[in-house]
């Protein structure tokens, strides 16, 4: 005994099989939307073989070559409070913050 298949049965299939794999799709886009998964980029402050640097008195910055010392009005992080990377926590404070010329932390000047 033969089957026999008629085109519209076939095309309704095909057409069953995108319309899931479109569901399949759009499950998986909501699952990584509703996880909270992101792929967040992170920018350096300095390039590798440099270290940051900030004007004393002020909240300038700079990188500095790893064998060269901070230049004139330019003074190193205090340790521990370093910024690593853009927007990161220390970051964020050293826009408000400085050093004065004894090295104490107080707030910026030019802060606003």
């Known amino acids: 005994m033969s089957r026999r298949i008629s085109r ?26 509703l996880t909270g998964c992101s792929f967040a980029y992170e920018e350096d402050i300095c390039s590798e073989g440099e270290y940051p640097v900030m004007t ?21 992080y205090p340790e521990g409070k370093v910024p690593k990377q853009v927007d990161d926590k220390w970051d964020v404070y050293w826009r408000t913050h400085t050093l004065d010329k004894d090295g104490k932390i107080i707030d910026a000047p030019d802060a606003g």
């Open 8 to 33: 519209p049965a076939t095309a309704s299939r095909r057409g069953r099989v995108r319309v899931a794999a479109a569901a399949a799709l759009a499950g998986a886009a909501a699952a990584v939307a």
């Open 56 to 76: 004393v008195g002020g909240t300038g910055s700079a990188c500095v070559s790893d064998d060269k010392q901070p230049p004139k009005d330019y003074t190193r």
